[in-house]
C-alpha cells in the first residue's frame, strides 16, 4: 500500500513536494518511481530512485526542475517539484518496483497508490 499528498493547485512557476508513504517494512528495501498521467494518455515517467538513494534518474520533461529524495527512516519519499508549468498537471503516482526491470516502465511496478492531483494554471 502507497500513499501519496501533497498535491494541489499552483500558479505556474511555483513549487509543490508531494510525498509517498508506505506502512510496510519493506518500502525502504526496494526502488520507488513517480509517475504522472492526464487523461487519454498513458502513464509518464517522472523519477525514480534506489532503496539507498545512491541512483536516481528523471524524465526529459522534469529533469532540472523536479527532485526525488527518500527518507528510509520515515518510509518515504518525496517529489520535489519547482518552476511548475501548466504542462506538468496531471494525476502523480508513486510506485515501488521489487524486480530487475527497467525503472523506466510503469509495468515494472508492483505497488501503487490512488494518485494525487497536480493542477499548474498559467
Known amino acids: 500500500q502507497l500513499i501519496e499528498s501533497g498535491g494541489s493547485e499552483v500558479h505556474a512557476g511555483d513549487s509543490l513536494r508531494l510525498s509517498c508513504t508506505s506502512p510496510?517494512?519493506?518500502?525502504?528495501?526496494?526502488?520507488v518511481g513517480w509517475f504522472r498521467q492526464v487523461p487519454g494518455k498513458e502513464r509518464e515517467f517522472v523519477a525514480a530512485?534506489?532503496?539507498?538513494?545512491?541512483?536516481?534518474d528523471y524524465g526529459a520533461a522534469v529533469k532540472g526542475r523536479f527532485t526525488i529524495s527518500r527518507d528510509n527512516d520515515l518510509n518515504t519519499v518525496y517529489l520535489q517539484m519547482n518552476d511548475l508549468m501548466p504542462e506538468d498537471t496531471a494525476l502523480y503516482y508513486c510506485?515501488?518496483?521489487?524486480?530487475?526491470?527497467?525503472?523506466?516502465?510503469?509495468?515494472?511496478?508492483?505497488?501503487w497508490g490512488q494518485g494525487t492531483q497536480v493542477t499548474v494554471s498559467s
Open positions: 510496510r517494512r519493506s518500502f525502504p528495501l526496494y526502488t
Open positions: 510506485a515501488q518496483k521489487v524486480g530487475v526491470g527497467s525503472w523506466w516502465f510503469a509495468r515494472e511496478y508492483d505497488y
Open positions: 530512485l534506489t532503496r539507498a538513494g545512491g541512483e536516481s
